[in-house]
C-alpha cells in the first residue's frame, strides 16, 4: 500500500517547455487534488477532481490543465511552463469520514514534485 | 486576501515545555479546521482536526482549541519532543465544500 505517488520527484524546464506532473492513488479514494506550495504563500488548491469524471478549478488555476485518467490517476500539465511556476507540486486525494454530525474529507499527499523553471 | 493566517513563521522550545502554534481566519463560514505536519521533503500529513461545534479536540500530546469568537484556533503539543520538530500548517474549510484552505505555516523548532 503505497498511498500517493508521485512523479517525477524533480523537474527543471526551460521557459515554454511542457511537462506532465503524473499522481497515482491506491486507497481507492474519489476525490483528488493538486496544490502548489511556494515560500510564504502555504498551500494552494490548483485543481480538484472530486470524482472520477469531474474536475474544477481552484484558487489558482491559470497556466494548468488537469486530467482524471481513472479513479487512481489525477495528472497535471504545464503546457507552456514560465519561471513564475517554479514551485513544489503536491498531490493528494481524500475520503469522506463522519466527524460531529458531518462528513468531512481527510486528506493525503504525496511525497511533492519540485520544479524548477529557468 | 489571506482567509487563514498563521503569523509566527518560525516558534523554538525547549524539550519536554509546552508548545503553542496559533492560526487567525476570517471568514465565518469556515467550520471544520485541521492541523497538517511537514517534514522536509515530504508531504503533510494529517495530525489533528476540530469542528466548529466543539472548542476543544485532544490526541495524545496534541491539543487544538478553537475560539470562534475571536475566528482563533491553536495547537498545543505537551510535551514537546525534538521529533515534532517541522513546518506546521493549519487549513480550514467551510460548510461541506471540501475545498481546503491553509495557512503559511509555522516553523517549530525542540532544542534537545
Known amino acids: 500500500n503505497a498511498g500517493v505517488t508521485q512523479t517525477p520527484k524533480f523537474q527543471v524546464l526551460k521557459t515554454g517547455q511542457s511537462m506532465t506532473l503524473q499522481c497515482a492513488q491506491d486507497?481507492?479514494?474519489?476525490?483528488m487534488y493538486w496544490y502548489r506550495q511556494d515560500p510564504g504563500m502555504g498551500l494552494r488548491l490548483i485543481y480538484y477532481?472530486?470524482?472520477?469524471?469531474?474536475?474544477d478549478k481552484g484558487e489558482v488555476p491559470n497556466g494548468y490543465n488537469v486530467s482524471r485518467l481513472n479513479k487512481r490517476e489525477f495528472s497535471l500539465r504545464l503546457e507552456s511552463a514560465a519561471p513564475s511556476q517554479t514551485s513544489v507540486y503536491f498531490c493528494?486525494?481524500?475520503?469522506?469520514?463522519?466527524?460531529?454530525?458531518?462528513?468531512?474529507?481527510?486528506?493525503?499527499f504525496g511525497p511533492g514534485t519540485r520544479l524548477l523553471v529557468l | 486576501d489571506q482567509q487563514v493566517k498563521q503569523n509566527s513563521p518560525s516558534l523554538s522550545v525547549q524539550e519536554g515545555r509546552i508548545s503553542i502554534l496559533n492560526c487567525d481566519y476570517t471568514n465565518s463560514m469556515f467550520d471544520y479546521f485541521l492541523w497538517y505536519k511537514k517534514y522536509p521533503a515530504e508531504g503533510p500529513t494529517f495530525l489533528i482536526s476540530?469542528?466548529?461545534?466543539?472548542d476543544k479536540n485532544e490526541d495524545g500530546r496534541f491539543t487544538v482549541f478553537l475560539n470562534k469568537s475571536a475566528k482563533h484556533l491553536s495547537l498545543h503539543i505537551v510535551p514537546s519532543q525534538p521529533g515534532d520538530s517541522a513546518v506546521y500548517f493549519c487549513?480550514?474549510?467551510?460548510?461541506?465544500?471540501?475545498?481546503?484552505?491553509f495557512g503559511t505555516g509555522t516553523r517549530l523548532k525542540v532544542l534537545a
Open positions: 487549513a480550514a474549510e467551510g460548510s461541506g465544500t471540501y475545498k481546503y484552505i
Open positions: 493528494a486525494s481524500s475520503d469522506l469520514v463522519a466527524s460531529d454530525y458531518r462528513v468531512v474529507k481527510t486528506q493525503y
Open positions: 477532481s472530486a470524482s472520477e469524471g469531474t474536475t
Open positions: 476540530i469542528s466548529s461545534i466543539k
Open positions: 486507497m481507492n479514494h474519489n476525490s
